[in-house]
C-alpha cells in the first residue's frame, strides 16, 4: 500500500463549518485507507461533530484544538500575524514543520494565500505560488491559473505557471500532455497587452509544455486547452463571471419554465434529468483549488464548500502527495528566467 | 417632426451581408420618417436585394457603389489604408465631411475600429475613443466601457470611458444617475492591480458621474451597474466569456433534456417559454457596440447580425444625433486628466 498521507483540514472555515468539513473528513477517512486527517479548531465541538459518525476509523481522525478563528472580513496579512492560534495558522505551520503534507480549508481566501506563502514558504525557484482552480467545460475540466491574490505578474511568472499547471493537470488529474494556452484579446499572434506580448514568445520557447497559442474568453468553457495561463487579475475576473453568468442564466431558465401552465408542466419533466447535467458545469463540484509552488500543499475549498467538496479535496492532496508534485515541480522550476527578482 | 439622421450602412460587412444589413435598412426607414439611409458597396447586388422589398420609402435609401470590401482577417491598419473604395472606407469618409450623422458596420471590428479613429477622428480632448457594447443581465443591459482594440489604457482614460458611458447610458438608453462601477478582483478599496487602484480615486473624485465602487465579476450579470469601466483586454475576456458560457450552458442543457423519453416530452413542453426569456439574455438582441469620443457616431453590430440588430442600431444612431450626445461628450470632456499625453 502506498504511503498515508496526512492531511490538516480547517474545521472552523466557511459557511458551513464545522458541520462539513467534519463530514467531508469522515468521508474520506472511511473510504480510503491511506488517509490520516488532523481536525483544527474548537476541540469540544468538533468532537461534538465527530459523535455523530459512530463508524468511522477513530485512529484516523485526530483534533488538534486552537481557541481562534479568522474571519472572512479581516485583513489577511494581521490576522495571519495577530491570531496565532486559530485553525487556519496552526494547520499552516504543521505543514511547515512536516508533521503534516497539505492543507485544506474553506475559509478566509486571502489569509489561506497569504499564510500559505508566508507560513509554509515558496518551494526552491518558485517566484509566486499561483492559486490554480479547476474549472468546468463542456469536455471536462481546465485548470485556471493564476487566480491568486497577487496582480500584475510578470513574464517569468506566467511561464512558471505553465510549468506547473502541466504537471498538476498531467499527474493529478491524468491528462497526458496537456495542452497549454495563454488568455488573449484574439487569437493571432500580434494581438495581447504588454504582458501577453511578452510573454507569448517565452510559452513557445518552453520544450517541456505543450503550448497551443493564445486562447480567447470565448473558447475557454469550450475545452480548447487544458492549463489556461493569465495574470491573477483576470483569472478572478474569469473565476467569478463563470459562476456569475451560470447563475444569471439558471435565473432566467427557471423563470422562463414557470411563464405558463404548459412550460410549468414542461419543467416538472425536464428537471431530474437537467439537473444532473448542469451540476457537472458546477465549479463547485471539482474540489478545491490549490495553491502551487509551495513547500507543502495548500488548498482553498469554496467557502460554501459542503462535505463532497472538502473530501474531494483531501483526495486531491493524496494524489498530489503520492504523485511526487512539488518534487517534479521543483525538478522543472530550477532555475528562475532572466527578469526574476 | 424632429431632424433627420443620415446613417451609412455598410451593406458588404457581415457574415450575413448583403441580405441581412439592406433587410434591416428597410426595416429601419419604414418604421421611422426621420432616417435616411445610405448604403455602400458593389451596386448591382445592393439594388437586386432591395427589389425584395416593393413598399419601403425609396426615396430614403440611397446607394453608394464601392469596388472593394475588407475581409475580417486583413491587417486592419493595412486595409483601411489601401482599400480607399471599400464599403467601410467610404461609409466612414462620408462621417468625415459630415455627409452622414454614423455608420453601422457589421464588417471586420478592427477596420472599423482603426477606420473610426483614423478617418472620423476623434472629439477634441477624448484621448481614446472605446468601444462600448450593450451587455444583457438579469435586470435589463449594461453598458461594458471599454472593449476596444487599443490595451493597456492609462487612469486618465478610464475615467473619460465613465464619463462617456454614463452620458450614453442617461441619454441613449434612457436610464437615470447611472451607476458607475470600476471592474475589480474584490469589493475593498485596497483591491486591485495597479491601474484600478490609480483609478479609484480618480473616478471618486469626479463630480459628475454617480460612482459606486468597485463590482466584482460576478456581480456584473446581476446588473449591480449600469456602466462598467475596465481597460480593454479585461472588457474583452468579460465580452467574449459572456458568449462562451452561455453557449456552453446552452448546450449542456440541451444535452440534459434530451437524456431520456421523460425530460425530451418535457422539453417539447418547455420550449417556446424558455427561448423567449432565454432571447432577452442574448448580447446579440441589444443592437451594436458605438465607439464613443468620435467627431461623428460609428457603431459596430455583430458579424453574424440579422436584420434587427442592424435595424436596431441605426434606431440607436438616431437617438445618438438626436440627443446630441457628442455635443454633451464635447462639454464634459473638456480638460485633460494631468496623465495625458
Known amino acids: 500500500m502506498a504511503e498515508s498521507v496526512r492531511v490538516v483540514v480547517d474545521a472552523m472555515g466557511g459557511d458551513n ?3 462539513e468539513p467534519v463530514k467531508g473528513a469522515v468521508e474520506a477517512v472511511t473510504k480510503r485507507q491511506d488517509i490520516q486527517v488532523i481536525l483544527t479548531g474548537q476541540q469540544d465541538i468538533i468532537e461534538k461533530e465527530l459523535e455523530k459518525y459512530p463508524n ?7 483534533v488538534v484544538h486552537t481557541s481562534e478563528v479568522i474571519e472572512t472580513a479581516e485583513p489577511p496579512v494581521v490576522a495571519i500575524r495577530k491570531k496565532k492560534d486559530s485553525s ?10 512536516q508533521e503534516a503534507d497539505a492543507f485544506v480549508s474553506s475559509g478566509s481566501t486571502g489569509a489561506v494565500l497569504v499564510g500559505g506563502q508566508v507560513l509554509v514558504g515558496r518551494s526552491k525557484g518558485v517566484q509566486r505560488p499561483p492559486l490554480a482552480p479547476l474549472i468546468p467545460t463542456t469536455e471536462g475540466v481546465s485548470l485556471l491559473i493564476d487566480c491568486g491574490a497577487n496582480v500584475d505578474a510578470r513574464p517569468s511568472h506566467l511561464v512558471q505557471f505553465a510549468k506547473m499547471g502541466s504537471i498538476y493537470m498531467e499527474h493529478v488529474v491524468g491528462i497526458k500532455k496537456p495542452r497549454v494556452a495563454i488568455v488573449n484579446n484574439g487569437a493571432e499572434e500580434e494581438k495581447g497587452n ?4 511578452e510573454t507569448f514568445p517565452l510559452l513557445k520557447a518552453c520544450g517541456d509544455i505543450n503550448f497551443i497559442g493564445s486562447i480567447e474568453a470565448r ?8 492549463v489556461i495561463v493569465c495574470e491573477a487579475f483576470v483569472g478572478n475576473v474569469i473565476l467569478k463571471l463563470y459562476e456569475g453568468v451560470g447563475a444569471a ?4 431558465i427557471k423563470a422562463g419554465m414557470m411563464t405558463d401552465f404548459r412550460s410549468k408542466m414542461g419543467a416538472l419533466l425536464v428537471k431530474p434529468a437537467l439537473k444532473a447535467t448542469l451540476k457537472t458545469f458546477d465549479a463547485s463540484e471539482h474540489g478545491g483549488a490549490p495553491l502551487l509552488g509551495l513547500k507543502g ?5 469554496h467557502g460554501s464548500a459542503k462535505a463532497g467538496e472538502v473530501r474531494n479535496a483531501i483526495f486531491q492532496c493524496v494524489q498530489f502527495k503520492q504523485q511526487k508534485i ?4 521543483a525538478e522543472r522550476i530550477h532555475e528562475a528566467p532572466a527578469d526574476a527578482e
Open 17 to 19: 463549518a464545522p458541520v
Open 56 to 62: 468511522y476509523p477513530k485512529e484516523r481522525i485526530q
Open 88 to 97: 487556519i495558522v496552526v494547520g499552516l505551520n504543521m505543514v511547515k514543520r
Open 194 to 197: 504588454a504582458l501577453v506580448k
Open 219 to 226: 473558447d475557454i468553457p469550450m475545452g480548447y486547452a487544458d
Open 249 to 252: 442564466m439558471m435565473k432566467k
Open 297 to 301: 500543499l495548500v488548498v482553498k475549498t
Open 326 to 329: 512539488n518534487e517534479k515541480i
